[in-house]
């Protein structure tokens, strides 16, 4: 399985943007798809989580600006991003989960940027 991000970019604060996750590969089926981010000198941190059924949660500093969602036709997990600010300049990474106990997997896309200027 690859994970292929895109959609990031130079966005004025309070514009938005789409970033798509593709996962290829035959029979993915996952548990969890996510989006993670990381700005300069911090540590990566978990944006926002969908699974497989649905369930969709967010980090408090992202929350009622941000949409996860699926495509599970396409494989694609979408992350809308609105009122972007500063502060969400970062690298962002797309992560899936498969597969249970010694059948369970990660994966890590290549990064997108996201670059917001005041």
Same mark, same amino acid.
């Given at each position: 399985?690859?994970?292929?991000?895109?959609?990031?970019?130079?966005?004025?604060?309070?514009? %938005?943007?789409?970033?798509?996750?593709?996962?290829?590969?035959?029979?993915? &089926?996952?548990?969890?798809?996510?989006?993670?981010?990381?700005?300069?000198?911090? =540590?990566? =941190?978990?944006?926002?989580? /969908?699974?497989?059924?649905?369930?969709?949660?967010?980090?408090?500093?992202?929350?009622?600006?941000?949409? /996860? %969602?699926? =495509?599970?036709?396409?494989?694609? &997990?979408?992350?809308?991003?609105? %009122?972007?600010?500063?502060?969400?300049?970062?690298?962002?990474?797309?992560?899936? =989960?498969?597969?249970?106990?010694?059948?369970?997997? /990660?994966?890590?896309?290549?990064?997108?940027? &996201?670059? &917001?200027?005041?």
């Amino acid at each position: 399985v690859q994970l292929q991000a895109s959609g990031g970019g130079l966005v004025q604060a309070g514009g %938005s943007l789409r970033l798509s996750c593709a996962a290829s590969g035959s029979n993915f &089926v996952y548990n969890s798809m996510d989006w993670y981010r990381q700005a300069p000198g911090k =540590e990566r =941190e978990l944006v926002a989580s /969908i699974t497989s059924g649905g369930t969709t949660t967010y980090a408090d500093s992202v929350k009622g600006r941000f949409t /996860i %969602s699926t =495509e599970n036709a396409k494989n694609t &997990v979408y992350l809308r991003m609105n %009122s972007l600010a500063p502060s969400d300049t970062a690298v962002y990474y797309c992560h899936a =989960e498969t597969g249970f106990g010694r059948a369970a997997r /990660i994966y890590w896309g290549h990064g997108t940027l &996201v670059t &917001v200027s005041s």
